[in-house]
């Protein structure tokens, strides 16, 4: 099994960077595709970037694209994402999620999962 945690959230300006990390225990962590999803209160939870097991291919949500970037280094057990030029409306709880083989931006096809970290973006 893969146990996630997920750490570098805080509050920003809109227009300013953060880099969550998202640090994995568990002998098979190159075997899983890691993604990053968000959610807001009273929102669904929302598919933000995906990576591939050897990071070879990233997906990304239209909303994020050109501002986000995926992530990972199988050495260390990582995977981040790097935020650029944040809005307000990227102000959510930001979940690491890790699921076997292959990407998915369905929530319910991942079996484990972060605790969340607050990204706070302010005007």
């Known amino acids: 099994q893969v146990q996630l945690v997920e750490s570098g959230g805080g509050l920003v300006q809109a227009g300013g960077s953060l880099r969550l990390s998202c640090a994995a225990s568990?002998?098979?962590?190159?075997?899983?595709?890691l993604t990053w999803f968000r959610q807001a209160p009273g929102k669904e939870r929302e598919f933000v970037a995906g990576?591939?097991?050897?990071?070879?291919?990233?997906i990304y949500a239209d909303s994020v694209k050109g501002r986000f970037a995926i992530s990972r280094d199988n050495a260390k057990n990582t995977v981040y994402l790097q935020m650029n030029s944040l809005k307000q409306e990227d102000t959510d709880v930001y979940y690491c999620?890790?699921?076997?083989?292959?990407?998915?931006?369905?929530?319910?096809?991942?079996?484990?999962w972060g605790q969340g970290t607050q990204v706070t973006v302010s005007s």
């Open positions: 568990g002998r098979t962590f190159s075997n899983y595709a």
């Open positions: 990576i591939s097991r050897s990071g070879g291919s990233t």
């Open positions: 999620a890790a699921r076997f083989w292959v990407i998915s931006s369905y929530p319910r096809e991942y079996d484990y």
